[in-house]
């Protein structure tokens, strides 16, 4: 049975993540790794071991694969798009200086590392349309350079010392459960929050901009099944085109229209978000994906805007039902 970390257990992705792992092997088998100040809580707390993990601290890594006999890690620690741009220093220092601890340590330890790149390792001068598997790689955010750094790294570790690194390029990641921290896409979750609270969405990504989005249970199921692909038919590895759907701001909004017509929503442009948008591919072509590791999505926008809805009218009015008993 595997022996799992993760880094970054209570971030937007890592916190379902954890969970998800545990559902499939247990508890016990799966380390919440976090940075003091965030902590886990409620389930992700309860339902298997915890444990400071500051990824930019390679003993603090270390102490971990030690104790717990870890023989997998999903390091997902990075500052996203946006806080990226105004953090560039320390977006390097998460994703670059801590990858080098993460790949150091599997090296040694002989771990799986699965490290997340993204739609934004793509440039300006990448093909915006069905973006290829293997093509030209130039960001120009911060975000960017550290995920073209990851992909690089990590197959270098791969090929030079035979460490078992795979990952996948997320698409603009929609969840119900942690909100989102920080990214381009998050346009994408705040629209469901506002038509659930009945208020008006500003609307900070222009009309017409398309972008790969893909709903977290979808994005989860392609991390876990990468790790357990079978590694023989694996042709790449860091990091493969994931897609689900792709749309803009007025797709997302009349299909929430669909089921509550009185939602409104207006533009309000966002020079920096809309700026690395435009700089992101349309969609992406993930024909590797599903040749090499039988990737499939489950989800496509209609039916992840009824379950996002449907989630999130329980979270928000349950709670508030609760508050108020
Ligand atoms: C961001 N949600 O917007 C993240 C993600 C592809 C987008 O990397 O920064």
């Known amino acids: 049975m595997k022996n799992i970390l993760v880094i970054g257990a209570t971030g937007q ?34 339902s298997g071991p915890s ?42 220092k998460i ?14 330890y002989h771990c799986s590392v699965f490290t997340p790149s993204s739609i934004g390792s793509f440039g300006p001068e990448t093909p915006h349309m069905m973006t290829p598997q293997d093509t030209i790689q130039r960001p120009r955010t911060m975000y960017g350079v550290t995920k073209v750094t990851t992909e690089l790294l990590s197959d270098y570790y791969y ?35 506002a038509a659930v609270r009945g208020e008006k969405f500003v609307c900070p990504i222009k009309e017409g901009t398309l972008m790969d989005m893909m709903y977290m249970p979808d994005a989860l199921n392609a991390s876990i099944s990468l790790m357990e692909a079978d590694p023989t038919r694996l042709m790449h590895r860091n990091s493969f085109n994931i897609a689900a759907m792709s749309f803009a701001p007025e797709t997302i909004y009349t299909s929430i229209c ?41 989800y496509n926008l209609e039916s992840m805007t009824t379950d996002m809805l449907e989630k999130l009218r329980n979270k928000l009015f349950n709670k508030a039902a609760l508050v108020s008993e």
């Open 159 to 193: 090929h030079k010392y035979g460490v078992d690194t795979r990952s996948v390029r997320f698409p603009g990641i929609i969840s119900n459960v942690t909100p989102p921290g920080g990214g381009t896409t998050d346009y994408a979750v705040d629209i469901y929050y």
């Open 258 to 298: 669909k089921q509550m017509p009185q939602f409104k929503m207006v533009y309000d442009v966002d020079p920096l978000k809309q700026s690395i948008a435009d700089s992101w591919p349309d969609s992406m072509d993930d024909t590797c994906a599903r040749q090499e590791w039988d990737w499939r999505p489950s």
């Open 13 to 46: 992705i890592g916190s379902e993540l954890t969970m998800e792992l545990r559902k499939r092997y247990g508890g016990d088998h799966v380390v919440a790794g976090y940075i003091p100040g965030a902590a886990p809580c409620g389930k992700l707390k309860e």
């Open 95 to 108: 994703g670059i200086d801590g990858l080098w601890n993460v790949l150091e340590i599997a090296r040694a």
């Open 51 to 92: 444990a400071i993990v500051d990824v930019t601290d390679a003993a603090s890594i270390e102490v971990v694969i030690k104790e717990h006999g870890i023989d997998t890690i999903y390091n997902m620690a990075a500052l996203l798009s946006v806080v990226a741009e105004s953090k560039p220093v320390l977006a390097w």
